[in-house]
């Protein structure tokens, strides 16, 4: 009983030691977490992507709020101009409307949990979820395909250029 008194001892100490070493070390991590967390948020209130169409921007399907930044750049024409402006508010309502059903499902998701609820009800809020974030994200991306399809392959390449750099406006693109 002697020697496993100390071995207990030391488990409980070492154990206690690395919890409040853990706890310590992940606050920083957990911040900022926490901080990224609450930007998605508030740009899902706002009807914006946060990054949610960047495989499409990347790949030379820009998206109509950084075509119009670039306008005189671009060379944009008065029809492409009224297009695009066009083009960003439907986007913007309609990611409005998808971010606000997302925000509340992810709010019933916590309520949930916190009824303690069944797990397959748990499950279908996460799949809801994830099918509404899914279906927010199809706003960017189809936003940024019709897009695309109001510019000249110039155009294109121009804002490539201008958002990414040399290396990949220079690579072949199809329209």
Do not use: C
């Not at 510019?151 to 329209?175: D, F, K, N």
């Amino acid at each position: 009983m002697t020697r496993i008194a100390p071995v207990i001892l030391l488990v409980l100490v070492g154990g206690s030691f690395g919890a409040a070493q853990h706890r310590h070390s992940s606050q920083p991590a957990q911040a900022s977490h926490h901080a990224f967390l609450e930007m998605e948020r508030q740009a899902i209130e706002r009807g914006e992507g946060f990054g949610m169409a960047m495989p499409a921007d990347r790949s030379g399907y820009p998206g109509p709020k950084h075509v119009l930044e670039l306008k005189e750049e671009l060379k944009l024409t008065l029809e492409q101009v009224a297009a695009m402006e066009k083009l960003f508010a439907e986007m913007k309502q309609k990611a409005l409307d998808r971010g606000r059903e997302l925000l509340n499902a992810e709010q019933r998701l916590e309520q949930l949990f916190a009824e303690g609820r069944s797990e397959d009800e748990l499950r279908e809020e996460t799949y809801r979820i994830a099918s509404l974030r899914a279906e927010l994200r199809w706003v960017h991306l189809r936003t940024h395909l019709a897009t695309r399809r109001l510019l000249t392959p110039q155009q294109v390449e121009a804002y490539t250029r201008i958002r990414h750099g040399a290396a990949a406006a220079s690579q072949p693109r199809s329209q």
